[in-house]
């Protein structure tokens, strides 16, 4: 099991210290030498007043944390959790996803989604009843893009004739992506990609993202288990598919529960067919962070 560490300015109450860059660097570097495989930014450029005092949360600008992050660490894996596509245009996500793949020498992970909160697309001028539309166009196009090669689309919303992007990105053909979501469709588009990316959440916390709710580790291996098949009918067996997921004990760093129990539940993932778990670091105290990090690491980490 590899384990992507979520930046915990999505807690509420937040210490400032961890927007600032010696409290970035600290807990990238943390989640470096503690052995963790990422760290992840998420993306809300523009939530509402409403949202965020009914439990929303804070963000960074991803790609700008990514590449800070980047500077300051050498293996830990860069990760977009998640990447809103239909707030892009294609073209740019392209080249700023490529400069931190190529300034943190290939170790961008790009997980993508729809996105859900109806007063941001609002607010960046995008049409919500188009975003699945939107979702597709633009990953074809970043796809081209990314591939190096002159290319030329005709889409509904995004047109190119003869474009080059370069420098390319380091890792060939572009940074993996995962597809986020509990969807039927993201799960079609996860097959196709290099991975899944879902919430362990019940039906009624679910409905909240506007995607349908996974409430039982027993439904989530039975939709792995859809997504691998299907995976391996596009590409063979040896299609190359990565399966991380968040769950409700996301948290338990934060919280004073049974180790045994969050071990249980870590081989209970990993039997469905997880290969990543989300964790989530308490952010009241940079110091708690960094720590919390660490002690998590010593107890489900190693060994």
Request: hydrophobic share 40%; net charge neutral.
């Amino acid at each position: 099991m590899k384990f992507t560490v979520d930046y915990p300015i999505v807690t509420a109450g937040y210490d400032p210290a961890l927007v600032r860059a010696d409290g970035m660097t600290r807990v990238a570097q943390a989640a470096e030498e503690c052995g963790y495989d990422a760290i992840s930014f998420s993306e809300h450029p523009a939530p509402s007043h409403k949202w965020l005092s009914a439990g929303g949360h804070e963000s960074l600008d991803q790609t700008s944390a990514l590449a800070f992050c980047a500077a300051v660490t050498t293996r830990v894996r860069l990760m977009t959790y998640l990447l809103v596509l239909p707030y892009h245009n294609p073209f740019l996500a392209a080249k700023a996803l490529t400069t931190v793949d190529l300034l943190s020498g290939g170790r961008l992970t790009v997980v993508a989604g729809t996105g859900y909160l109806r007063s941001e697309f609002l607010a960046l001028n995008v049409d919500i009843s188009q975003r699945n539309e939107l979702f597709d166009e633009s990953l074809e196009v970043m796809r081209g893009v990314w591939a190096g090669d002159p290319f030329t689309h005709q889409g509904p919303h995004f047109s190119a004739r003869g474009l080059v992007s370069r420098p390319a990105p380091s890792q060939r053909g572009g940074p993996p992506v995962l597809i986020g979501g509990n969807s039927a469709i993201a799960r079609e588009r996860a097959a196709r990609n290099q991975g899944w990316s879902p919430l362990l959440v019940s039906p009624e916390v679910a409905r909240t993202s506007r995607t349908p709710g996974i409430d039982s580790i027993a439904e989530l291996a039975a939709k792995i288990k859809e997504v691998r098949d299907a995976a391996a009918r596009r590409g063979g067996d040896a299609a190359p598919l990565t399966i991380q997921v968040h769950t409700p004990q996301a948290g338990f760093i934060q919280r004073c529960g049974s180790a045994e129990e969050h071990r249980d539940h870590l081989g209970q993932l990993a039997e469905a067919g997880v290969d990543s778990f989300v964790v989530r670091p308490p952010g009241d105290s940079l110091d708690r962070t960094v720590e919390a990090l660490r002690r998590y690491a010593e107890a489900f980490l190693k060994g």
